[in-house]
């Protein structure tokens, strides 16, 4: 079957560094990716990883290690904007040599002055 | 402005009625997918269509009927829902095939109420 583990709830303060962890049992990996989702908003793409190590984008950055099935993504210099759900989906290959993602059930983060 | 436009953005519906969510992609893609997104759950993929050819339906009750005329819209049909498929309703698109996507991109989404 195909596993996507991550927390429920996490606080964290502004100006901080918050770490969002990602576990995974699935089969045929091709690819992390992480999504921001706002309430009420659709999800939009902040990073991708199909190798192992860290990827960078500005304040936020997207860790992967195939072999532990492990990810995380780092949010540095927190803003109350920040303030969001964010998904971990693991894209799977399927029959006919498509893809698909199938995601987590969302970490909710919230951001404190 | 996602690029992905879904309508209507709320519907609320009775269990015998008849109704179509529309989702239109105005980023050249030519693959669509369906995701259901209920309180306190993953994301599900419902359908994905590649090249206007649906090539998965993860076993969603036929109450659910989907339809893509073109490659850039995709409808989803709605028929004798059960108030358990009240939800967020999830529209997407990527670049290419669904072989070789990189990303998807969302919709604002249609929110569903079944009553």
């Known amino acids: 079957g195909q596993n996507i583990d991550q927390p429920t709830e996490m606080t964290a303060t502004e100006g901080a560094i918050v770490q969002i962890n990602c576990t995974y049992q699935?089969?045929?990996?091709?690819?992390l990716f992480w999504y921001q989702q706002h309430a009420g908003e659709a999800p939009t793409f902040l990073s991708y990883?199909?190798?192992?190590g860290l990827e960078e984008k500005g304040r936020f950055s997207s860790f992967l290690s195939r072999s532990k099935g492990y990810s995380y993504l780092l949010l540095k210099e927190l803003q109350m904007k920040d303030s969001a759900s964010y998904l971990c989906?693991?894209?799977?290959?399927?029959?006919?040599?498509?893809?698909?993602?199938?995601f987590g059930a969302g970490t909710r983060l919230a951001v404190h002055p | 402005e996602t690029g992905v436009t879904q309508t209507p953005r709320h519907l609320v519906m009775g269990m015998t009625n008849k109704k179509s969510l529309k989702c239109e992609q105005h980023?050249?893609?030519?693959?669509m997918y369906w995701y259901k997104q209920s309180a306190k759950k993953p994301l599900e993929l419902m359908f994905v269509?590649?090249?206007?050819?649906?090539?998965e339906n993860n076993s969603v009750p036929s109450r659910f009927s989907p339809e893509c005329p073109n490659s850039s819209h995709l409808f989803l049909h709605l028929h004798t829902l059960q108030p358990e498929d009240s939800a967020l309703y999830l529209c997407?698109?990527?670049?290419?095939?669904?072989?070789?996507?990189?990303?998807?991109?969302f919709g604002e989404g249609s929110w569903l109420t079944v009553v």
């Open positions: 990883n199909v190798l192992d």
């Open positions: 989906a693991v894209r799977v290959r399927f029959s006919g040599g498509y893809n698909k993602l199938i």
């Open positions: 269509y590649s090249l206007e050819e649906r090539v």
């Open positions: 980023l050249g893609h030519n693959a």
């Open positions: 699935t089969s045929g990996f091709n690819g």
């Open positions: 997407a698109s990527s670049q290419g095939s669904a072989l070789d996507e990189t990303t998807i991109y």
